[in-house]
């Protein structure tokens, strides 16, 4: 029979072990995500940001290098047709009232179907229309969703992927 003082101990050397080892899973998971965010992010514009200036589906004119002058822009680079962008789309327009928020859409369609996709997902951000892909052609995306966040006309974070409002947040706030 095991003593109550010397079980409580293997309780709480169990517990000790398994939180361990779960700090240890979170880190190789981050540290992966990492990895697999700068392997991905070879291709994509660094440096000076590429010029964006146009109007929006909604009418209103996008300088991206302006608007990052006083405060850093998250551009949100998505598409209709894109699984992930479903579920990461949702956090955008959620940040976006936070935050200054750009977004691209690619090979989506004309002004008038973004704009009702963006009306059946009750989506208030600003949204460039880029139906042949030129403009993320010219940033370097083969892949979405893409997050880019341009501060002082420099892109100082990439992301691709799944990425929470909690990661948009930081990454804006580090910028």
């Not at 002058?69 to 998505?78: A, I």
């Not at 008038?112 to 010219?138: C, H």
Request: glycine share 8%; proline share 4%.
């Amino acid at each position: 029979m095991i003593e109550p003082n010397l079980q409580e101990s293997k309780v709480k050397k169990s517990w000790g072990s398994r939180l361990r080892s779960l700090a240890v899973y979170v880190l190789l998971a981050l540290a992966l995500g990492w990895g697999v965010d700068i392997w991905r992010a070879q291709s994509i514009a660094s440096g000076k940001a590429p010029e964006l200036v146009t109007t929006s589906v909604q009418g209103n004119k996008v300088d991206l290098i302006a608007m990052s002058q006083d405060k850093p822009v998250l551009v949100y680079f998505w598409a209709t047709w894109c699984s992930i962008c479903s579920t990461v789309s949702p956090s955008v327009d959620f940040v976006s009232g936070q935050m200054q928020v750009v977004t691209v859409a690619l090979n989506s369609g004309e002004n008038k179907r973004i704009q009702q996709y963006l009306g059946a997902k009750n989506y208030d951000f600003t949204v460039v229309n880029d139906p042949k892909g030129e403009i993320g052609r010219e940033w370097g995306i083969s892949l979405t969703p893409t997050i880019i966040v341009i501060s002082k006309g420099e892109v100082t974070s990439v992301t691709t992927g799944f990425t929470s409002p909690f990661g948009m947040w930081v990454r804006m706030l580090l910028s």
